[in-house]
């Protein structure tokens, strides 16, 4: 039995057995260990940006959502967590914005609202070749 299997589940936000059910579906399909679902986009990116911690530095698509730009910009530049936005299609310039301090790159493929269509394979090379000699000096999370 797995730990969330193992909630009570009296209050629908700590659990229920639809939720359950798509979660362990999308572990399953992405060859994961677990699978979470949240009840909206900003939800969901609110998750991850709580991985960050004051000093790391988000690189993001410059045609993102406006919910997450505004929450990027508003909210987490706030909390010590720098925010680059560039374009994703500019693979050089993408590359030219990663610091040694870069915790998350952020794509939108298409991006909201221009439908540009960025790399994402290429985006990820670039990304693994830039760090691959600092996996041990810095917070890498690859």
Known sequence: MLWY???VRDYSRAGNPTRTAFEECIAKMEGGMYGFAASSGLAATSLIINLLKAGDHI???DDVYGGTNRYFNKVVSRFGIDITMCDPV???LLETNIRDNTALVWLETPTNPMLKICDIKSVVEMVNRKFHDKKEK???RG
């Open 5 to 7: 299997q193992r909630r």
């Open 59 to 61: 690189l993001c698509c």
């Open 90 to 92: 500019d693979l050089e």
């Open 138 to 140: 810095t917070h890498y």
